[in-house]
């Protein structure tokens, strides 16, 4: 890291030096005033790129994630009409338009600058621009606020980091609520069948690289009302054991029970609870976001939260409460009703009795479903309980690829 350090002082050397002249061409006027800016964001695009590189540290030498050695970068003037969307605990969300696409930019808020949560922002955009699933949102660049601006009452800094991925206009929360009648809160069953198994589809690509989310909740589910996909965003909490980072789980509204007495509540500030770094939690991270996304259908199933009447400041003092905690499923429902068996089978109280991943629930729920393997050469389906796996070359020739498809099925019967 001496490196980039020795590198960061000259940069930034070089830069003070070329802003004094660049005043006093401005002062006399000159016609290099442009060529000196020109020169000026070039320096600045590097000392961006070497300070990213710095963040991400060892972990990008990681294989899987190689994807993340070429991150594009965008100039904040690049993007034009920013529109305030919302904002999180730690950032704030934008609409903003580039070469006439609109796309949604995530700014670090300038009180997380400089803390844990600035780490957390690099890793999150180290590993966002290695995902590729249509169940996952698509990341597009990351880049500094180089100019500070007002927009909506919001005050960008210079230095800000952002991130910019596609522009979704609806996440779970606002669709079921935007479809909810006096009669019935949640949706349709068939349609929150089709939205668990998409829902699965992303996580399962997530679970395959061992990577829990540990964030899962309906307001981090993206969706396109046009296509009526669903997209899994903020990875923020992602964990991978290769990093060694905090062990903090983030949304205790959908946690399950082994979170809240394992790690117990978040200190005074906001911060982890002490915990070992060597210790691998990937496991029960990753059960964690089966049961997480249990609940989630359930919401899909009949619009109630878990803690529904409880805001997230009073979840954060409470302690372990299972009847706040889970959606109830209401008796009339089947026990051989599928959707209930999904739902009870992933939030179950004990982990053991849970799915071990979102894998596992495509295999066991939604057989046939095609999964999307990381990398992207190879996919495998389950039909009943058989995997199967096709490499690329099938796919490119599509009357050939469903003829051996129909097979396949023909021949489990």
């Not at 800016?37 to 990681?62: H, P």
């Not at 069948?193 to 307001?219: S, V």
Request: hydrophobic share 35%; glycine share 4%; proline share 3%.
């Amino acid at each position: 890291m001496d490196l980039f350090e020795g590198l960061l002082d000259e940069l930034n050397s070089v830069l003070s030096k070329l802003e004094n002249f660049q005043h006093v061409l401005a002062e006399r006027e000159s016609d290099f005033v442009a060529d000196v800016e020109d020169i000026r964001k070039q320096l600045i695009t590097t000392r961006n790129k070497i300070e990213f590189r710095q963040r991400l540290g060892s972990g990008a030498s990681d294989s899987s994630l190689s994807a993340t050695n070429e991150v594009s970068a965008i100039w904040q003037s690049s993007l034009q009409h920013w529109t305030y969307v919302g904002k999180g605990a730690f950032s704030v969300v934008f609409s903003a338009y580039h070469n006439g696409t609109k796309l949604a930019v995530k700014i670090l808020q300038p009180t997380k600058c400089g803390s844990v949560h600035e780490d957390n922002f690099y890793k999150e955009v180290k590993l966002m621009s290695a995902l590729r699933h249509d169940n996952i949102v698509a990341f597009r660049y990351k880049g500094t606020i180089e100019n500070d601006e007002v927009i909506e009452n919001w005050h960008l800094c210079t230095g800000q980091l952002f991130l910019v991925m596609e522009y979704m206009q609806d996440n779970l929360t606002t669709y079921i609520k935007s479809r909810a009648t006096y009669e019935k809160q949640g949706l349709p069953d068939n349609l929150a069948w089709e939205f668990a198994a998409q829902m699965a589809r992303g996580l399962a690509y997530l679970h395959n690289m061992k990577i829990a989310h540990r964030d899962l909740k309906p307001d981090n589910i993206l969706m396109d009302r046009r296509s009526m996909r669903l997209k899994i965003s903020d990875f923020g909490e992602a964990y991978k054991k290769l990093d060694k980072e905090s062990s903090r789980y983030c949304c205790a509204r959908y946690a399950p029970p082994e979170i809240w007495e394992y790690f117990g509540k978040l200190s005074e500030d906001g911060e982890d609870p002490e915990c070992s770094k060597d210790e691998d939690f990937t496991d029960m991270f990753i059960r964690a976001d089966v049961y997480c996304y249990g609940n989630i259908v359930a919401f899909c199933a009949l619009g109630t939260k878990p803690w529904n009447s409880d805001t997230t400041e009073v979840i954060n003092e409470a302690e372990w409460d299972p009847d706040k905690a889970k959606i109830v499923l209401p008796q009339q429902r089947s026990e051989a009703d599928p959707l209930r068996q999904l739902i009870v089978h992933s939030y179950d109280e004990e982990p053991k009795h849970r799915p071990e991943n979102a894998t596992v629930i495509l295999q066991t729920y939604f057989s046939g479903e095609i999964i999307t393997l990381f990398p992207s050469n190879f996919l495998f389906f389950y039909i009943d309980t058989q995997l199967i796996i096709i490499s690329s070359y099938l796919i490119h020739n599509y009357s050939y690829f469903y003829s051996y498809f129909y097979y396949l099925k023909l021949s489990t019967l």
